[in-house]
Every structure is written in C-alpha cells, then in structure tokens.
C-alpha cells in the first residue's frame, strides 16, 4: 500500500523559511520520481518541484514560481522527499502534497500559511 505523509507546515512571516518532508512507504522509492505540488485556496493544485529517480538523472527541476527560491531533495535510504523553501511571500500558501509519479496516490498534505 502507497503511503505519502507529509509534515512540516505552519505559519511563517513573508521572507521566512520552512523545510518540508514527505515519509513515503508502500514502493520502490528509488523507482520513481517524486513530485511536490500544492494547492492554495479556490484554485487548482499546481506542481512546485519534482526530483527524479536515480535512473532519470537525478536531478531537480521546479515550476518558474518557485525558482531559486525553493530547494527539492530526496534520502534514497530513508525514502523521504523534502523541500527546503525561502524567500517565503504571501502567495506560497497553500496545502503542500508530494506525489510519487505514476502511482496515483496523495498524501493528507500540510499547510503552510506564509503571512504577517
């Protein structure tokens, strides 16, 4: 069974920092690559960040929003996934959710609210 837990979330003031993670379980994880999306109210859930497999390059790639100011990374002997994120604004709040690609499976997500 495909299990994604994410933890991490909170409030931060604009300009802060917060470091997400995501425990996964129930796959190969270094199988597949991992994804970040999110998802702020009243508005479609948006893809952040993704980090391939080993066997896809291994490396990061991130949504234009985002771009140098988050940090996707993954422990392949921990099958965790984090996202280290900066330069917070008001605009980056949302519910945060990993996602394993192919696997149609999402975890509860956590909230982060960037606000003053």
């Known amino acids: 069974q495909v299990q994604l837990v994410e933890s991490g979330g909170g409030l931060v003031q604009p300009g802060g920092s917060m470091l997400l993670s995501c425990r996964a379980s129930?796959?190969?994880?270094?199988?597949?690559?991992m994804r970040w999306y999110r998802q702020a109210p009243g508005k479609e859930r948006e893809w952040v960040a993704t980090?391939?497999?080993?066997?896809?390059?291994?490396?990061?790639r991130y949504a234009d929003s985002v771009q140098g100011r988050f940090a996707v990374s993954r422990d392949n002997s921990k099958n965790i996934l984090t996202l280290q994120m900066n330069s917070l604004k008001p605009e980056d709040t949302a519910v945060y959710y990993c996602?394993?690609?192919?696997?149609?499976?999402w975890g509860q997500g956590t909230q982060v609210t960037v606000s003053s």
């Open positions: 129930g796959f190969t994880f270094t199988e597949i690559d």
């Open positions: 996602n394993a690609r192919g696997l149609n499976a």
């Open positions: 980090f391939n497999r080993p066997g896809n390059g291994g490396n990061a």
